[in-house]
């Protein structure tokens, strides 16, 4: 069992959707970050949450601790946002990663 | 560029082959990771540096992987012996301490172990 379970595994949307990733977690965690990998292997690390919300441009990411669940919502969504979104949860000194959601937006 | 670099990009090599990769983090960083990722799934921790100590190994580390950080700056990944399924990615990662502290991540070092 995954500590950290991310959905959907894959997601296509057309340009302009409102787009949600949820990722659930079953361990205590201190942080959790969203990032973002594009098809080169590339990650950048979107938002780090410990409690409420964050907005950065179109993107917003919640956390609610006593369900273990994150969201991360993506507004008017671009192609260029066509990445693998990956939830990663720290607890102590280890890092978890979901196996990421694919989304793909269509022109 | 002050992010993380890793070298190589990619690898080739044949099995039973000793390859190293090499990570430099940003430079104020203390804490540097090891991870491995494959095809369709997220990066799996292998290993942690808190400066130039090696605090922590992931259970998938075998006895054919090392790691070092000699001066708590670059840090450099040795595999052993390459088996077919060393091939991935391999991520390195740094932050200033850990816990809630931002994850810079390197563009990976692709192993392909023919």
New interface residues.
């Given amino acids: 069992k995954n500590e950290?379970e991310q959905s959907p595994q894959n997601l296509t949307a057309q340009e302009g959707e409102f787009i949600t990733i949820n990722c659930s977690y079953s361990v205590g965690i201190?942080?959790l970050?969203w990032?973002q990998q594009h098809p080169?292997?590339?990650?950048?690390?979107l938002f780090?949450l410990?409690s409420g919300k964050k907005k950065h441009g179109r993107l917003i990411a919640t956390i609610n601790i006593q369900e273990k669940h994150s969201s991360l919502h993506i507004t008017a969504s671009h192609p260029r946002d066509s990445a693998v979104y990956?939830c990663?949860v720290?607890t102590g000194?280890?890092?978890?990663?979901?196996?990421?959601t694919s989304l793909t937006v269509i022109p | 560029d002050t992010g993380v670099s890793q070298n190589p990009r990619h690898k080739i090599t044949k099995r039973g082959q000793n390859v190293t990769f090499r990570c430099d983090p940003i430079s104020e960083h203390n804490r540097l990771y090891w991870y491995r990722q494959t095809l369709g799934q997220g990066p799996e921790f292998l290993t942690y540096f808190q400066n130039e100590a090696q605090l922590e190994k992931s259970r998938l580390l075998s006895d054919r992987f090392s790691a070092e950080r000699p001066k708590g700056s670059f840090s450099t990944l040795e595999i052993q012996r390459t088996e077919q399924g060393d091939s991935a990615m391999y991520l390195c990662a740094s932050s200033l301490n850990g816990g809630q502290t931002k994850l810079f991540f390197g563009s990976g070092t692709q192993l392909s172990v023919l």
Wanted: glycine share 20%.
């Fill in positions: 950290v201190s942080a970050h990032l080169g292997g590339g990650i950048v690390s780090m410990s990956i990663a720290i000194n280890q890092f978890y990663f979901g196996t990421g």
